[in-house]
Each structure stands twice: as C-alpha cells, then as structure tokens.
C-alpha cells in the first residue's frame, strides 16, 4: 500500500512556548493595573464605581442601571392601568412551572363587579421564592399579561415563610403594567 510521509513544520522556540499569546496576556493584565491603579478601571465607566479596582463594591454600588433588558429578575403579579388585576386564575403558570413554586386557589369575580364578564380572578396566589428558578416560563404561559419576570433580584428572607410571595406582595413588587390585554377589555 502506497503511503506518503508528511513533513512536521517547524515551529520556533517562541511558537514552542506560546511566547506572542503570552506576552498579549501580559500586556491586557498591565493595562488594567494601571488603569486601576490611577482610578481609570472599567468599574469607573461602566459600574459608577471609584474607579480603582473593578470588583463592584456591593451594595454601595449595584447592577440596576446596568441590568440588560432581558435580564429575569422575581417573578411579580401586575394590575392593568384600569386597576384589575389581570390574572384570571386560569392556573396555566401553576401548571407549566418547573419548580412546583406557584400556588393558585382561584375564586369568581362577584356578578356585581364592574369585572364580572372575567368571571375569575385568584384568591390567593403565592409564589414561593425559594422553589423558583427564575426560569420565566410563567411569563411565557400566561395568556393575559398578568405575570412578569422583573428586574428585581434583592431578596433577602429572614425565614422561610417570608421566602413566599403572597398575592398582595406579588401586586406591590409588580405594581401597574400600561397598554391593555384586549381578551378581557372592558371598552371592547
Ligand atoms: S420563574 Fe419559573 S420557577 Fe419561577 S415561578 Fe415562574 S415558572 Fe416557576
Ligand atoms: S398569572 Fe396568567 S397564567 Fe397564571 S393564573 Fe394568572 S392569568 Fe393564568
């Protein structure tokens, strides 16, 4: 059988010890220290920090101004601009949750509300924060733009009854969403 003998190339003893790649490295690490060091550092530009150093010095310093719009932070409950509550206990959230974090008992809307053509809303709702992980598939399910995933990332529970978010506190951390959900809206 034919057979042909490939020559290796020759590298340089540089090539040998990776002496370029390093030497790039090099020159990054010595601009940043410099830079920290004369107060120039990223942190200054791009974390409103001092400027020496780029470790973000939390919590005098956070990331909410420089959050990407993406970013998920605790699920929340909103109110439209009418004042509803949007969510219609529907329980598609509660169902397509991975984490087994939301708790739904669902109730009717009283026949002599101004809401009553809804027919449900939830009586409770709860989310508890130590189960959810963040991963927004609730936000993706709902039909009605009843749940969001926020900015919000600051929790600190004391216990683990304060790691579940009730309704009223879901409402207060989500507050007001503006533009309608035109399923249930009521100048349709
Ligand atoms: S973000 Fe994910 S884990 Fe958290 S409540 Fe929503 S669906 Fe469940
Ligand atoms: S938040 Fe949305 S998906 Fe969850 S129960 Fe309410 S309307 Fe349904």
Redesign the pocket.
């Known amino acids: 059988m034919a057979f042909k003998t490939i020559k290796r190339p020759k590298i340089s003893i540089g090539e040998r010890f990776y002496l370029k790649a390093l030497l790039g490295g090099l020159v990054i690490t010595m601009k940043h220290l410099v830079l920290s060091i004369i107060g120039k550092s990223r942190s200054k530009k791009e974390l409103g920090g001092s400027g020496i150093g780029v470790t973000m010095q939390y919590p005098e310093y956070r990331w909410d101004k420089h959050l990407p719009e993406y970013y998920r932070g605790y699920?929340v409950l909103v109110k439209g601009e009418d004042g509803r509550e949007r969510c219609v206990s529907c329980q598609l959230?509660e169902f397509?949750?991975?984490?087994r974090?939301?708790t739904i008992k669902p109730g009717e809307v009283p026949a002599d509300s101004q809401w009553n053509k809804v027919e449900k809303a939830p009586v409770e709702f709860e989310?508890d924060m130590l189960?959810?992980?963040?991963?927004?598939?609730?936000?993706e399910a709902c039909p009605e733009q009843a749940i969001f995933?926020s900015q919000g990332y600051l929790l600190t529970p004391t216990d683990k009854k304060a790691g579940v978010h009730n309704k009223a506190k879901l409402y207060e951390l989500g507050g007001t969403k503006q533009g309608l959900v035109n399923k249930w809206n009521a100048y349709k």
Do not use: K, L
Request: hydrophobic share 40%; with cysteine; glycine share 6%.
């Open positions: 699920p959230c397509i949750c991975p984490a974090a939301i989310i189960r959810c992980i963040y991963c927004g598939m609730c936000q995933m």
